[in-house]
């Protein structure tokens, strides 16, 4: 059985705009169309893999999934994170 506490203040979210109260790790919000960023890696096909789960997993817990899709490709140097561009859609 649970006690029922009465007058208990809400803490205030750690981080204004996260849905989960975390640090963004990558720049979603910055994106435009048409912008990307790279992810560095060590280029092993592991090493990329993981990053872009890690991208794509982030991006659809984050308050911009329903707004507009982004679109990974392993490069030279690591993984490059696209913001689709307007009007665009990746097949």
């Known amino acids: 059985m649970y006690k029922i506490d009465k007058n208990i203040p809400i803490p205030p979210r750690k981080h204004q705009g996260n ?3 975390h ?3 990558y720049p979603f919000a910055e994106l435009r169309p048409g912008d990307s960023f790279l992810i560095p890696t060590d280029n092993s096909p592991a090493g990329n893999q993981i990053a872009r789960n890690r991208a794509g997993a982030t991006f659809r817990r984050s308050r911009h999934a329903h ?3 982004i679109v990974t490709r392993n490069v030279k140097g ?4 696209w913001r689709e561009p307007e009007g665009k859609t990746e097949v």
């Open 23 to 25: 640090r963004d790790v």
């Open 78 to 81: 690591g993984v490059r994170v």
């Open 67 to 69: 707004r507009y899709k």
């Open 19 to 21: 849905p989960l109260g």
